[in-house]
Each structure stands twice: as structure tokens, then as C-alpha cells.
């Protein structure tokens, strides 16, 4: 199973629900020396706008990966690189943890494990609609999240392990923490990175600074300014 992500610093988000800015294009995207692209979001994913984006990335030479939200929306496309599948470590009811996972398992029956990755996913802002659906407990410290980071990396065998705040900039010493817990794990840092200096606050402690929204809000330079800031830590 390769595993790319060991040499990433940046991924850039885009969310099929969303706008691009007036005059940018998914190629302006692919094109920001970001090292891969994720596709996917929370609320309002459907497979149409999924394709759509994908579709879109797949002109461009750049590594794509779909994050899907839920089973109903994971694409077999021969211009995915791969699938990484969110799994809430904090999440208030099993479904998030394990029994999506289960009910695609069981109505697709084999799946391409060759593509396919876990991210186990610790969410901390609990204003997000992550945290939302998820019903996830934000009320965590830095403790807790080590901890958390330290049993997926170790019990779980997790590849990936992702601190999320998406929406908003997260504390750096929850970051800084589980950096620390995490060895083998690669750790993947997301929410409210808008500029150089946020996303190199926390590229410093994470191995892959995540930017989402900036992208939708803002366009290429802000977005190529966090490329810069995450190569640079
Ligand atoms: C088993 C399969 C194929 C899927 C299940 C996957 C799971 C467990 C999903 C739960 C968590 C989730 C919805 C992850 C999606 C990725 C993510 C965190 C996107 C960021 O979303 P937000 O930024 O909070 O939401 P919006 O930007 O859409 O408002
Ligand atoms: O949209 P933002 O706040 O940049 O968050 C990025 C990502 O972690 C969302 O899943
Ligand atoms: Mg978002």
C-alpha cells in the first residue's frame, strides 16, 4: 500500500458544495504547488457535484484523492489516486466511528483496499458541521488529544491521524501535542489557515497543513501563500 502522504506538506480541500472565486478555476487550484488535492466536505455532497469537481482535477497534473462524506457518495474513477475515508475518533454515536463503514463494506462487498485509507479524525471545533453531524466531544485537551492521537496511531494502526478544526485556527499547543504523541502516524492539521504565518504556525507541528475554505473565499494567491508557508516549516 503506498503511502504518499509521508512526503506531503500541503493539501488543498475543495469542497464540491461551494463556489470557486470570480476568475478561478479548479486547474488555477491544481496548479498552486499544493501536493494533492482532497475532494470533500460536510454537508450538501452528492455524488453529481463530486464528479463534477473530480472531473474537473483530473485534467490536471496533480495527485486526487476523494474524501467522501458517506458511502453514497464514493466515486470509482480511474482519475482518483486514492480514497481516504474520515473515521471520528470523538464522535457522540459508533456510526461515525465504524458503521458507515461497515454498511458500505456490506452493500459493496470488495472494495479497492489498494486505494483505500483510514484518517482518524479527532474534530475540536464544535461549531463545525463536522462536529455537528458527528456529535462529536470538542471538550478535549491537549491531553486528551495526545492520547487520542497515541491510540490510533498504536491500537488502531491508523496511517493518518487528523486534528480538525475546520473553520477556525486551531490552539498550537493541541497540535504541538499530538505531534509529540505521534511517531509512525503521519498528522494532518486543518482549520482557519488563511495566510502565511497561520499555516506555518501549524505546518511547524503537523506533517500536512490542510486549507479548505481560504480556496472558496479568497482564490490562488492567498492559497498559494499557505503552499509556501507549509514547504518552508
Ligand atoms: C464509510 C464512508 C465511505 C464514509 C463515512 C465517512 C465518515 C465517518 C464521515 C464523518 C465525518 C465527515 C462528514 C467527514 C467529511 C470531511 C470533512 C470533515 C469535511 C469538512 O467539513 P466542514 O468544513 O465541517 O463542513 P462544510 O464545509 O461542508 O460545512
Ligand atoms: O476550511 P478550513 O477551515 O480551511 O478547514 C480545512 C479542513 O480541515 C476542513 O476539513
Ligand atoms: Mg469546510
Not at 72 to 100: C, K, Q, R
Not at 106 to 118: A, C, K, N, S, V
Not at 123 to 147: H, I, Q, R, S, W
Request: hydrophobic share 40%.
Amino acid at each position: 500500500m503506498p503511502t504518499p502522504w509521508e512526503d506531503w506538506n500541503h493539501i488543498l480541500k475543495i469542497d464540491p458544495d461551494k463556489e470557486l472565486p470570480e476568475g478561478v478555476t479548479y486547474g488555477d487550484l491544481c496548479a498552486t504547488g499544493t501536493d494533492a488535492i482532497e475532494v470533500g466536505g460536510t454537508m450538501g455532497i452528492t455524488a453529481e457535484n463530486m464528479s463534477a469537481v473530480i472531473d474537473a482535477c483530473a485534467e490536471h497534473d496533480v495527485s486526487l484523492y476523494q474524501e467522501p462524506s458517506n458511502p453514497e457518495v464514493v466515486l470509482e474513477d480511474d482519475a482518483l489516486d486514492g480514497y481516504l475515508i474520515p473515521t471520528v475518533f470523538n464522535a457522540g454515536s459508533p456510526f461515525w466511528i465504524t458503521e458507515a463503514h461497515k454498511e458500505w463494506v456490506r452493500l459493496e462487498g470488495d472494495l479497492d483496499w489498494e486505494r483505500t485509507t483510514t484518517e482518524a479524525y479527532i474534530v475540536m471545533n464544535p461549531e463545525a458541521d463536522v462536529a455537528m453531524l458527528t456529535e462529536a466531544d470538542c471538550d478535549l485537551g491537549a491531553d486528551d488529544v495526545a492520547a487520542y492521537a497515541t491510540v490510533a496511531e498504536h491500537m488502531f494502526g491508523q496511517e493518518i491521524v487528523y486534528v480538525e478544526y475546520s473553520g477556525t485556527l486551531g490552539d498550537e499547543s493541541v497540535v504541538e501535542a499530538a505531534a509529540e504523541a505521534t511517531d509512525e502516524s503521519t498528522l494532518f492539521y486543518g482549520g482557519g489557515i488563511h495566510d502565511y504565518d497561520s499555516a506555518y504556525s501549524m505546518a511547524r507541528h503537523a506533517d500536512v497543513v490542510v486549507v479548505g475554505d481560504l480556496a472558496h473565499d479568497e482564490g490562488i494567491e492567498a492559497v498559494r501563500e499557505t503552499v509556501e508557508a507549509a514547504n518552508d516549516a
